[in-house]
């Protein structure tokens, strides 16, 4: 069991604001900077989301993210059908020492 | 364009080894630390190894000490997994990653390789 929690799967229609959540705690999320990996079916996972609110170049403005206490936040706005994949978070724990990943969210567009 | 290609996976049989490398291109190898992230079949991320970029640090996820080791060899730009003792639970996807480091000093995964496939199975 991860000591960074995502909900399994999150859904929405095109066009919509999809918004996935990565809770914590105080050694980790609460303390850290947090990340995330989205990895499209069949491919590796690709940075899409550094320092928690910093965009890779390349990755659209539709991403977004945000972090409020021990929980993290990625928001997409504009939900189109090529988002479809699994969005994974990760921070490092401090009393872990190590990086830790959430247990990802599949997205689907309906 | 950063480009890391893992070779090396295959089928072996439980308590087996294998030897994965990565090789990589578009950027001063010797400048980053490098890592190993594995992806169980239908799983999700597990961070595997890392190592510094001379080499000195190592380090292993818990399940993994004593069995894996990752060096580097910074003059032909590749990594490598010595992966020994392999379990049915080593299964899984190895990718391998660049490490860049936030702000605080704390490591992030900014670049993966396609990975590469190693089942454990008698």
């Known amino acids: 069991q991860s000591v960074v929690t995502q909900p399994p799967s999150a859904s929405g229609t095109p066009g919509q604001r999809l918004t996935i959540t990565c809770s914590g705690g105080?050694?980790?999320?609460?303390?850290?900077?947090v990340h995330w990996y989205q990895q499209l079916p069949g491919t590796a996972p690709k940075l899409l989301m550094y320092?928690?609110?910093h965009r890779p170049s390349g990755v659209p403005d539709r991403f977004s993210g945000s972090k409020s206490g021990t929980s993290a936040s990625l928001a997409i706005s504009g939900l189109r059908s090529e988002d479809e994949g699994d969005y994974y978070c990760?921070?490092?724990?401090?009393?872990?020492?190590?990086?830790?990943f959430g247990g990802g969210t599949k997205v689907t567009v309906l | 364009e950063v480009q890391l290609v893992e070779s090396g996976g295959g089928q072996v049989k439980p308590g087996g080894s294998l030897r994965l490398s990565c090789v990589v291109s578009?950027?001063?190898?010797?400048?980053?630390?490098m890592a190993w992230v594995r992806q169980a079949p239908g799983k999700g991320l597990e961070w595997v190894s890392s190592i510094s970029d001379t080499g000195s640090f190592r380090f292993y996820g818990s399940s993994m000490k004593g069995r894996f080791s990752t060096s580097r060899d910074n003059a032909r730009n590749s990594m490598f997994l010595q992966m020994n003792g392999l379990r049915a639970e080593d299964a899984a996807v190895y990718y391998c990653?660049?490490?860049?480091?936030?702000?605080?000093?704390?490591?992030?995964?900014?670049?993966w390789g396609q990975g590469t496939l190693v089942t454990v199975s008698s």
């Open positions: 320092m928690t609110d």
């Open positions: 990760a921070t490092w724990d401090d009393g872990l020492s190590r990086p830790v």
């Open positions: 990653t660049r490490w860049s480091y936030d702000i605080r000093g704390y490591p992030y995964f900014d670049n």
């Open positions: 105080r050694l980790n999320v609460g303390v850290n900077f």
């Open positions: 578009d950027f001063t190898f010797s400048n980053y630390s």
